[in-house]
């Protein structure tokens, strides 16, 4: 799969992009591409994109073990694999974003109901293997507000659609105008970002938080 987006398209709230974007499998992107996204330092680069995928308390696992458990849920630099966690973004050829994105069972906080947002206001199967879940952006520094993530919400619609998903969802924040967030806490994406992909707003669990979704 690869999903090709130009500068120039015109779309609502989104930032221009200088160049194309690709997306990609994560299977199909090199591990070391996966981690110059990351970075070799702040929160990206430690979590690893485990925050919702282990029970452990996340600061007291080291970044390698964590880094190592990606690695195999990615299958990176395996584009025979018969499966993989997310998608990697490029922007003319350089690495420059993540996006996590497979089955909501797959994501332990989720299903046990520590995250509690994906609940609230609903009921839900919480082991409907069917129901896909998009809990995670990284975008590189230097290549922000580019439109990097939006590219990667979109491809997320059609990396789900295409391997079964009936549905795919999101937990994205409220951003305001003039209201300054902190990256680290935006990793769920913004509400604009799932919107332009084409999801829809199914609950609204706290005043920042929405739940957004596409049914397919």
């Known amino acids: 799969m690869a999903s090709g987006d130009r500068a120039g398209r015109g779309r609502t709230g989104a930032e221009p ?19 110059t996204v990351f970075g070799r330092r702040g929160d990206a680069a430690h979590c690893q994109c485990q925050r919702y995928k282990i029970r452990e308390w996340l600061p007291s696992v080291p970044a390698e073990v964590l880094a190592a458990r990606l690695r195999e849920q990615t299958d990176c630099g395996q584009p025979g694999a018969d499966r993989t966690t997310g998608l990697v973004a490029y922007l003319d050829g350089e690495p420059v974003g993540w996006c996590a994105v497979e089955p909501r069972t797959a994501y332990e906080r989720l299903v046990s109901g520590r995250t509690p947002v994906p609940w609230r206001g609903r009921d839900e199967d919480r082991d409907d293997p069917g129901v ?22 979109r491809a997320a619609v059609d990396f789900a659609r295409e391997r079964g998903a009936r549905a795919v969802e999101g937990y994205p924040m409220i951003t305001r105008p003039g209201r300054e967030v902190a990256w680290g806490e935006l990793h769920v994406g913004s509400r604009s970002i799932f919107a332009d992909a084409g999801f829809v707003e199914v609950s609204h669990p706290t005043p920042r938080r929405v739940v957004m979704r596409v049914d397919f």
């Open 17 to 35: 992009m200088a160049g194309t974007v690709t997306v990609l499998p994560a299977n199909e992107a090199s591990w070391d591409d996966l981690q």
């Open 132 to 153: 896909w879940a998009v809990t995670c952006f990284v975008t590189r520094v230097g290549f922000r507000r580019r439109g990097v993530s939006r590219a990667l919400a």
